[in-house]
């Protein structure tokens, strides 16, 4: 059974507005989350990370949110940009050294002029 | 050159083939993981090796075969593979300590017919 999910597979707005990816989880264990980006023909870039110290951290036009008890986050961008169409990837681990990623299975980002 | 790199990026192999992937980084990380992304499928880690020792081996059959000689470079040596081992593979590195966040190669397509 999948530990992260990104329910929506795709998502469209509109230039200058926000955009709101989400992903649940579901192992209580895991402490650190990333959102990642990917163009196609690329590798996963990183993008910005939440300790579970925190509830949000904000980096630019991107903020993550953090939900523990609901085992939820999620990733605002704003204003949304054209080159920000791609698709996001949420991930998660254990606040260790040389641990293993464990990645949902992404949402795609169209975002129109 | 800096970053993660990855050669090749495009590969296609028969099943009795026997071929390397490899991968450099750049920016002085301790751990180098490598990871399959099957189409439909999330990001799966396959090896972590933190500091040259492997750490992690997730269940990967043994036709996959890494190697890290130093902590700049990881293989993934290939042999007698399955059409179903045709994936973008990713190798991916990270500092170790406090920082947990993973920097990713652009990936080999790798093709077995």
């Known amino acids: 059974d999948q530990q992260v999910k990104q329910n929506s597979p795709s998502l469209s707005v509109q230039e200058g507005r926000i955009s709101i990816l989400n992903c649940d989880y579901t192992n209580s264990m895991f402490d650190y989350f990333l959102w990642y980006k990917k163009y196609p023909a690329e590798g996963p870039t990183f993008l910005i990370s939440i300790s579970s110290i925190k509830d949000k951290n904000e980096d630019g036009r991107f903020t993550v949110f953090l939900n523990k008890s609901a085992k939820h986050l999620s990733l605002h961008i704003v204003p949304s940009q054209p080159g920000d169409s791609a698709v996001y990837f949420c991930?998660?681990?254990?606040?260790?050294?040389?641990?293993?990623?464990?990645f949902g299975k992404g949402t795609t980002l169209s975002v129109s002029s | 050159e800096t970053g993660v790199t990855q050669t090749p990026r495009h590969l296609v192999m028969g099943m009795t083939n026997k071929k390397s992937l490899k991968c450099e980084q750049h920016?002085?990380?301790?751990?180098m993981y490598w990871y399959k992304q099957s189409a439909k499928k999330p990001l799966e880690l396959m090896f972590v090796?933190?500091?040259?020792?492997?750490?992690e081996n997730n269940s990967v059959p043994s036709r996959f075969s890494p190697e890290c000689p130093n902590s700049s470079h990881l293989f993934l040596h290939l042999h007698t593979l399955q059409p179903e081992d045709s994936a973008l593979y990713l190798c991916?590195?990270?500092?170790?300590?406090?920082?947990?966040?993973?920097?990713f190669g652009p990936g080999t397509r790798l093709t077995v017919t």
């Open positions: 991930a998660a681990s254990r606040a260790q050294a040389g641990t293993a990623l464990i």
């Open positions: 920016l002085g990380h301790n751990a």
């Open positions: 991916a590195s990270s500092q170790g300590g406090d920082n947990y966040e993973q920097y």
């Open positions: 090796y933190n500091f040259k020792e492997q750490t």
